[in-house]
Protein backbone atom coordinates (compact mmCIF):
# COMPACT_ATOMS: atom_id res chain seq x y z
CA UNK A 1 0.00 0.00 0.00
CA UNK A 2 1.44 3.66 -0.87
CA UNK A 3 0.65 6.74 1.48
CA UNK A 4 0.80 9.75 -0.36
CA UNK A 5 -0.07 14.10 0.03
CA UNK A 6 -0.21 16.81 -0.77
CA UNK A 7 -1.47 20.17 0.33
CA UNK A 8 -1.72 23.27 -1.83
CA UNK A 9 -2.98 26.72 -1.39
CA UNK A 10 -5.93 27.83 -3.16
CA UNK A 11 -5.28 31.46 -3.13
CA UNK A 12 -1.32 32.22 -3.74
CA UNK A 13 -0.46 35.21 -4.05
CA UNK A 14 -1.18 37.21 -7.51
CA UNK A 15 -4.22 35.12 -8.75
CA UNK A 16 -7.61 36.08 -8.74
CA UNK A 17 -9.04 34.45 -5.38
CA UNK A 18 -11.64 31.71 -5.64
CA UNK A 19 -14.46 31.18 -2.58
CA UNK A 20 -14.71 28.10 -0.65
CA UNK A 21 -18.11 27.67 -2.77
CA UNK A 22 -16.33 27.83 -6.06
CA UNK A 23 -13.73 25.20 -5.33
CA UNK A 24 -16.23 23.08 -3.57
CA UNK A 25 -18.60 22.94 -6.68
CA UNK A 26 -15.41 21.92 -8.84
CA UNK A 27 -14.60 19.61 -6.92
CA UNK A 28 -18.54 17.92 -6.47
CA UNK A 29 -17.58 18.21 -10.06
CA UNK A 30 -14.75 16.47 -10.19
CA UNK A 31 -16.24 13.36 -8.18
CA UNK A 32 -19.47 13.21 -10.51
CA UNK A 33 -17.68 13.36 -13.82
CA UNK A 34 -13.93 12.78 -13.76
CA UNK A 35 -13.69 13.09 -17.91
CA UNK A 36 -13.83 16.71 -17.23
CA UNK A 37 -10.71 16.92 -14.99
CA UNK A 38 -8.40 14.34 -16.78
CA UNK A 39 -6.71 13.78 -20.37
CA UNK A 40 -9.59 13.46 -23.23
CA UNK A 41 -9.65 9.76 -23.72
CA UNK A 42 -8.28 8.44 -20.60
CA UNK A 43 -11.95 8.43 -18.85
CA UNK A 44 -13.84 6.80 -21.26
CA UNK A 45 -16.78 6.91 -19.33
CA UNK A 46 -18.14 8.08 -15.73
CA UNK A 47 -21.62 7.57 -14.77
CA UNK A 48 -23.69 8.14 -11.52
CA UNK A 49 -25.52 4.69 -10.86
CA UNK A 50 -26.37 4.82 -7.00
CA UNK A 51 -27.17 8.09 -4.72
CA UNK A 52 -28.32 8.24 -1.67
CA UNK A 53 -28.53 10.54 1.48
CA UNK A 54 -24.91 9.86 2.46
CA UNK A 55 -23.00 8.99 -0.95
CA UNK A 56 -22.99 8.08 -4.01
CA UNK A 57 -21.66 4.97 -6.53
CA UNK A 58 -19.38 6.05 -9.95
CA UNK A 59 -18.68 3.71 -12.67
CA UNK A 60 -15.60 4.41 -14.65
CA UNK A 61 -13.49 3.16 -17.28
CA UNK A 62 -10.09 5.08 -16.57
CA UNK A 63 -7.23 4.05 -18.47
CA UNK A 64 -8.73 1.05 -20.08
CA UNK A 65 -10.00 -0.14 -16.45
CA UNK A 66 -13.00 -0.70 -15.31
CA UNK A 67 -13.73 0.72 -11.50
CA UNK A 68 -16.83 0.85 -8.89
CA UNK A 69 -16.05 3.44 -6.91
CA UNK A 70 -17.89 4.91 -3.45
CA UNK A 71 -18.04 8.65 -2.62
CA UNK A 72 -19.05 10.43 -0.13
CA UNK A 73 -19.35 14.28 0.05
CA UNK A 74 -18.70 16.65 3.25
CA UNK A 75 -20.45 19.15 2.45
CA UNK A 76 -17.54 22.35 1.58
CA UNK A 77 -15.31 19.81 3.34
CA UNK A 78 -14.18 16.66 1.68
CA UNK A 79 -14.62 14.04 -0.91
CA UNK A 80 -13.58 10.83 -0.32
CA UNK A 81 -13.37 7.97 -3.11
CA UNK A 82 -13.51 4.22 -2.29
CA UNK A 83 -11.86 1.83 -4.53
CA UNK A 84 -14.81 -0.80 -4.52
CA UNK A 85 -14.29 -2.49 -7.72
CA UNK A 86 -11.07 -2.06 -10.15
CA UNK A 87 -7.14 -2.68 -10.68
CA UNK A 88 -6.55 -0.87 -6.87
CA UNK A 89 -8.08 -0.55 -3.66
CA UNK A 90 -8.19 1.89 -1.07
CA UNK A 91 -9.44 5.61 -1.24
CA UNK A 92 -8.55 8.79 -2.05
CA UNK A 93 -9.59 12.05 -0.28
CA UNK A 94 -9.96 15.52 -1.41
CA UNK A 95 -9.87 18.02 1.29
CA UNK A 96 -10.68 21.49 1.60
CA UNK A 97 -9.65 23.23 5.12
CA UNK A 98 -8.08 26.46 6.11
CA UNK A 99 -4.75 26.89 7.50
CA UNK A 100 -4.23 28.13 11.32
CA UNK A 101 -3.72 31.51 9.21
CA UNK A 102 -7.47 31.44 7.82
CA UNK A 103 -6.20 30.82 4.25
CA UNK A 104 -7.74 28.04 2.45
CA UNK A 105 -6.02 25.13 1.54
CA UNK A 106 -6.24 21.92 -0.31
CA UNK A 107 -4.88 18.52 0.90
CA UNK A 108 -5.04 15.58 -1.22
CA UNK A 109 -4.41 11.92 0.27
CA UNK A 110 -4.46 8.85 -0.40
CA UNK A 111 -4.04 5.11 0.87
CA UNK A 112 -3.74 3.18 -1.90
CA UNK A 113 -2.95 -0.63 -3.19
CA UNK A 114 -3.22 -2.31 -6.33
CA UNK A 115 -6.02 -5.28 -5.37
CA UNK A 116 -4.50 -8.96 -5.61
CA UNK A 117 -1.07 -7.59 -5.64
CA UNK A 118 1.18 -7.85 -2.50
CA UNK A 119 4.24 -5.75 -1.91
CA UNK A 120 7.49 -6.74 -2.35
CA UNK A 121 9.97 -6.77 0.08
CA UNK A 122 13.91 -5.64 -0.79
CA UNK A 123 16.67 -5.47 1.21
CA UNK A 124 16.76 -2.69 3.34
CA UNK A 125 13.12 -2.22 3.28
CA UNK A 126 11.33 -0.64 6.72
CA UNK A 127 12.21 2.22 8.27
CA UNK A 128 15.75 2.75 6.76
CA UNK A 129 14.51 2.51 3.43
CA UNK A 130 11.58 4.83 4.09
CA UNK A 131 14.33 7.45 5.43
CA UNK A 132 16.37 6.74 2.34
CA UNK A 133 13.06 6.96 -0.25
CA UNK A 134 12.49 10.14 1.52
CA UNK A 135 15.67 11.67 1.29
CA UNK A 136 15.50 10.48 -1.96
CA UNK A 137 11.97 12.41 -3.05
CA UNK A 138 13.03 15.45 -1.14
CA UNK A 139 12.12 18.51 -2.83
CA UNK A 140 10.11 16.98 -5.70
CA UNK A 141 6.40 18.19 -6.39
CA UNK A 142 4.18 15.76 -4.62
CA UNK A 143 1.24 14.67 -7.02
CA UNK A 144 -2.70 14.65 -6.33
CA UNK A 145 -3.43 11.12 -5.75
CA UNK A 146 -5.34 10.66 -8.97
CA UNK A 147 -3.27 12.84 -11.25
CA UNK A 148 -0.72 11.01 -13.00
CA UNK A 149 1.70 12.84 -15.59
CA UNK A 150 -1.26 13.01 -18.42
CA UNK A 151 -3.22 14.71 -16.39
CA UNK A 152 -0.65 17.42 -15.45
CA UNK A 153 0.40 17.80 -18.96
CA UNK A 154 -3.89 18.34 -20.17
CA UNK A 155 -3.81 21.85 -17.64
CA UNK A 156 -7.10 19.96 -16.96
CA UNK A 157 -7.06 18.70 -13.17
CA UNK A 158 -8.35 19.93 -10.43
CA UNK A 159 -5.13 20.87 -8.84
CA UNK A 160 -1.91 18.93 -9.26
CA UNK A 161 1.25 19.77 -7.63
CA UNK A 162 2.28 21.80 -4.70
CA UNK A 163 4.22 24.46 -6.65
CA UNK A 164 1.96 26.73 -7.55
CA UNK A 165 3.54 27.08 -11.22
CA UNK A 166 0.72 24.41 -12.10
CA UNK A 167 -2.11 27.23 -11.22
CA UNK A 168 -2.97 27.59 -14.58
CA UNK A 169 -4.58 24.03 -14.31
CA UNK A 170 -7.54 25.21 -11.54
CA UNK A 171 -7.47 27.77 -14.05
CA UNK A 172 -8.48 25.74 -17.05
CA UNK A 173 -11.43 24.66 -14.51
CA UNK A 174 -14.20 26.54 -15.67
CA UNK A 175 -15.81 25.43 -13.08
CA UNK A 176 -13.72 26.99 -10.46
CA UNK A 177 -13.52 30.39 -11.83
CA UNK A 178 -17.43 30.76 -12.15
CA UNK A 179 -17.48 30.34 -15.55
CA UNK A 180 -20.29 28.06 -17.75
Not at 111 to 122: N, Q
Given at each position: MIYSTATVPVNPEGEVPLTRAQVWKGLELKARDARLFLVTGLCTRCDVVEESATHFVREATIGGHDLREIVTLEPESKV?????????????VNELFED???????????????????????RGAGRAGSVRQRKRLQGRPAVDAEADPRTARSGKALIIARNTSNRAALKEAPCLRGNK
Open positions: TFFQASGPREGAIGEGALQLRFYCYIGLRGKRAKRS
